[in-house]
């Protein structure tokens, strides 16, 4: 017999195979691993802690939404906030474009923090490092309390390329995301514009890619790492780094960005939504109302893009390649034990 979440799984993936949005091969793949025990490829991940977390919601538990850009995170966000099955609703507001996610037992206190509930509290888009040097004393200032709660962080992430492209073709069409705070050490940081006016509308890809100064290159990693481990944002705004300086900031930053990602509650890979799906429910005591679905064709994959030019992007995202590299291994990894652990509940 079959653990109640595995036969949801398995029924979702049945369901979309047949629909042509996912391979069979796919669910094969997943039933196949059902009737077996959980084989690690290697000793990566022997000391990774990952299984399901005590999230109280009725106490002091906060999760917090760490939305990188064009990695999915809108359509997660307005999942956590619209489709979770709870026992107090997030009561929609006047504006429509947020809802108020609070505990069961109060009016004031909310157990969410994302852009769809709270709002940008820390800023837009704000990275780890400002989160965590901020929620805690943005809440009890909203919430007008002072109360030792603890934290679940959650992400999202995306393949490199293709996010990349993604925020590239989002600015051409006028995003700029200029209410960005780039925030280390409770310090501020100016990072100099890549464009004059309003907007970079109309950019080229090549004028995009050139700039040294936009944070579009290695977003994922940057904002996944705690960047006061790195002399914070100098490796944008000190022009007389060597290059040798600024690989070893490199480098720091991508082992800070690894380790975040391992101790985060939960994360998921956007090109997986079935999986993202299962392993969260499995993470925490809350369930989705619907199925995930998974969308294989997006405005970055429809938009071509010269073989040359993904050299560039490979080499200008070179730390988000190496960080999605590890955040593969490490989902596939949190996969086959959630397998392996819903199939010991159910024999």
Same mark, same amino acid.
């Given at each position: ?85 709870l026992e107090k609703e997030c009561d929609i507001l006047e504006n429509r ?23 940008w509290i820390c800023g837009v888009h704000s990275g780890w490092t400002e ?142 939504? /079935?999986?993202?799906? !299962?392993?969260?429910? =499995?993470? +925490?005591?809350? &369930? ?8 294989? *064709? ?9 073989d040359k030019d993904i050299v560039e992007i490979k080499r200008l995202n070179?730390?988000?390649?190496? /960080?999605?590299?590890? !955040?593969?291994?490490? =989902?596939? +990894?949190?996969? &086959? ?8 509940? *159910?024999?």
């Amino acid at each position: 017999m079959l653990s109640s979440r595995l036969r949801k799984l398995h029924t979702t993936f049945i369901g979309v195979a047949a629909t042509g949005l996912l391979m069979t091969a796919y669910y094969l793949n997943v039933t196949a691993r059902v009737s077996i025990a959980m084989v690690p490829d290697t000793n990566e991940f022997a000391d990774d802690t990952f299984g399901p977390v005590q999230f109280d919601i009725d106490g002091s538990d906060v999760m917090v939404f760490l939305h990188i850009q064009k990695t999915g995170g809108s359509s997660f966000g307005h999942h956590l906030v619209s489709d979770l099955i709870l026992e107090k609703e997030c009561d929609i507001l006047e504006n429509r474009k947020r809802r108020n996610c609070l505990r069961p037992n109060s009016e004031t206190e909310t157990w969410l923090v994302s852009e769809y509930s709270t709002g940008w509290i820390c800023g837009v888009h704000s990275g780890w490092t400002e989160l965590n040097e901020c929620v805690d004393k943005k809440l009890n200032g909203h919430q007008r309390t002072v109360h030792r709660r603890k934290y679940f962080y959650v992400t999202i992430l995306r393949n490199p390329i293709d996010r990349y492209v993604s925020e590239y073709c989002h600015v051409v069409r006028g995003a700029t995301w200029r209410t960005t705070k780039y925030s280390c050490n409770h310090r501020g940081y100016d990072i100099p514009w890549c464009y004059k006016g309003l907007d970079w509308r109309g950019v080229s890809l090549r004028e995009f890619m050139s700039c040294p100064h936009n944070m579009a290159a290695n977003r994922q990693t940057r904002m996944l790492a705690d960047l006061r481990l790195v002399q914070c944002y100098d490796r944008w705004v000190n022009d007389s780094l060597t290059p040798q300086q600024v690989l070893k900031m490199e480098q720091g930053i991508l082992k800070s960005a690894k380790e975040n990602l391992k101790r985060m509650s939960y994360f998921g890979v956007t090109e997986e939504q /079935l999986k993202l799906q !299962a392993l969260f429910e =499995f993470t +925490f005591p809350l &369930r989705f109302k619907k199925n995930f679905i998974q969308y294989n *064709s997006t405005r970055a994959t429809d938009f071509n893009v010269s073989d040359k030019d993904i050299v560039e992007i490979k080499r200008l995202n070179y730390l988000d390649i190496e /960080l999605y590299k590890y !955040a593969k291994r490490l =989902f596939n +990894f949190r996969f &086959r034990k959630f397998i392996s652990m819903e199939s010991d509940v *159910s024999n």
